[in-house]
């Protein structure tokens, strides 16, 4: 899955999905490019890694993750001014992974389960309902 994430990114022309800093300034020291930024933060979606200091130890610590980040170690900061900057920009890459996978033949996308049940989260002795209460 990693190749997948890794040649779906290289696909996307950034600029035109409206990624901030996708063209590097000529002045001071270059930035982590927004392709690089996007990769660790599809992986991580992906692996159920939703926190921002996750996805730095993740990037220093998962083999999966430093070959997606070419062993860059953005800092947690980096991770959440990232998509703190660019949300309508991952929305649309977002979408537009789901439709990659469903082309490659990766996702179906024919059946939708949703369950809704609702359940109190209150666990006092007085709310356990026994055998004799489920009678």
Sequence with gaps: MVRVVDAFVASLDLVELGFNRAVAEATGRPGFQPGDLLRLY???????????????????????AMWLMRRLAPDYRTIAAFRHDNPEAIIAVSAAFVQFCREQGLVGGHVVAVD????????????????????
Excluded at 45 to 63: C, I, K, P, T
Excluded at 116 to 135: C, D, F, Q, W, Y
């Design 116 to 135: 809704g049940t609702k359940m109190r989260a209150v666990s006092s002795p007085k709310n356990i309902a026994g055998a004799e209460h489920l009678a």
């Design 42 to 64: 599809i992986w991580g979606y992906l692996n159920q890694v939703r926190s921002s200091r996750h996805l730095e130890r993740a990037g220093v610590r998962d083999l999966e």
